[in-house]
């Protein structure tokens, strides 16, 4: 894959999973004779590490192979790099652990048991249970995959069965005892978001009011651009935005234009007349040396932008200024979605779309006790509004 850092002069050719010395070399040149370059260096090395997987094999030799398959999937934009670099930090971690003297990865798949993995979560430097469960998560992932090799059978499986043991356990199990303690979702009130959008720097203001009055994840926001060859992703004239990009992060931590999140990211989220003003003004006053890329919202070089950028200089200030208390840019998508709930009579499906959520139930599960609450009040609004009226008729 050849990513252009630019525009027919300068890109970066990604080699990742392919038995080359230097994964990410920068070629310059046009995007053809990049393109050429990148083949013919497949050709004259080997490519996708085969592995030969039996009932013989080891971890090390399967996470090896998992690796290559999950490169792969990350190469057909299945999944992002960032995303399978990090379950290869997972597995690295879980091969490395020692257990009765001898390393996890040195042992034979087909010899683990579930006891060989039960302290796990004790060995990870952040024993957090959402740390513990995605670590295990890709775990238990890898061990579904030495199954689909035929290196285990399913009833083998050690992963399982098995609940980790953590660092904090005690800790864990009061925070289980004082669910009402635990701290709940912020919800951003209307009257707090207009003072903290008044108080804004000219600056930012645009980035916020597109990123709570659209709902759209920070890294969308980054990659969003105007327009390209094929179509333009503000449409004035239909009053919508087409969410179509993502952020990748590449191994050596730089940040492009690339995937989603979900395979239903990709959608048409209707603009509200203030973000339809705000981004009008904004393509007005936005200096031509920054629409080099066509990022709406750029970085003072016209490249991809940084939302902790606007956070730090622009949202926390805001905030601090209106007397608000401080809130996170995924805030400001958690008070779209509260408006959704709360403000309209959008169905559960349409907010799930506008989120860009996987599915339905995700949206359901993540904002449950408000759609509780939402759906209390209105029935409470019904029995009161027709009390009312009764009261009325018999005055």
Not at 187 to 207: L, S
Not at 223 to 248: C, K, M, P, S, T
Not at 352 to 370: D, K
């Amino acid at each position: 894959m050849v990513y252009p850092i630019i525009e027919g002069k300068k890109y970066r050719l990604d080699f990742r999973g392919y038995d080359i010395k230097k994964q990410q070399p920068t070629f310059y040149g046009t995007e053809e004779e990049a393109i050429a370059f990148q083949n013919a260096q497949i050709e004259q090395t080997k490519m996708y590490i085969k592995i030969r997987l039996d009932r013989s094999s080891t971890v090390d030799e399967c996470i090896q192979a998992y690796n290559a398959q999950e490169l792969s999937a990350a190469r057909r934009r299945e999944l992002t790099f960032d995303h399978a670099d990090k379950k290869a930090a997972h597995l690295k971690h879980f091969a490395d652990v020692a257990f009765e003297g001898k390393r996890l990865g040195d042992y034979k798949v087909a010899k683990l048991m579930p006891k060989d993995l039960k302290y796990l979560g004790q060995t990870y430097p952040d024993p957090s249970r959402q740390n513990v469960q995605r670590r295990f998560g890709t775990i238990k992932t890898f061990f579904k995959f030495c199954i689909s090799e035929n290196v285990i059978e399913d009833r083998n499986d050690p992963a399982k069965h098995v609940k980790i043991t953590l660092k904090g356990e005690r800790r864990m199990a009061m925070a289980k005892t004082n669910k009402a303690e635990k701290k709940k979702r912020r919800r951003i009130t209307v009257e707090e978001m207009d003072a903290i959008i008044e108080c804004a720097k000219d600056q930012y203001r645009p980035h916020i009011i597109t990123g709570a009055y659209t709902g759209i994840r920070a890294g969308e926001q980054c990659a969003l651009q105007w327009n390209d060859d094929e179509e333009d992703y503000i449409d004035f004239e239909e009053n919508r935005i087409h969410v179509a990009w993502g952020v990748d992060i590449l191994e050596d931590k730089s940040r492009i234009r690339g995937s989603l999140k979900t395979h239903n990211a990709d959608r048409f989220v209707p603009l509200a007349t203030n973000v339809r003003i705000a981004l009008r003004e904004h393509k007005m006053n936005q200096p031509l040396k920054l629409r080099k890329e066509n990022f709406i919202f750029p970085n003072k070089f016209g490249g991809l932008g940084y939302h902790r950028i606007w956070l730090k200089y622009g949202l926390k200030r805001a905030c601090k200024d209106a007397g608000v208390e401080p809130c996170t840019w995924l805030d400001l998508r958690h008070f779209y979605a509260s408006v959704c709930i709360y403000n309209t009579n959008l169905n559960l499906e349409n907010i799930a779309y506008y989120m860009g959520h996987a599915n339905s139930t995700v949206t359901e599960e993540r904002y449950a006790e408000w759609f509780e609450h939402a759906g209390r009040d209105k029935q409470v609004i019904e029995e009161l509004d027709a009390a009312f009226a009764v009261q009325g008729e018999a005055a």
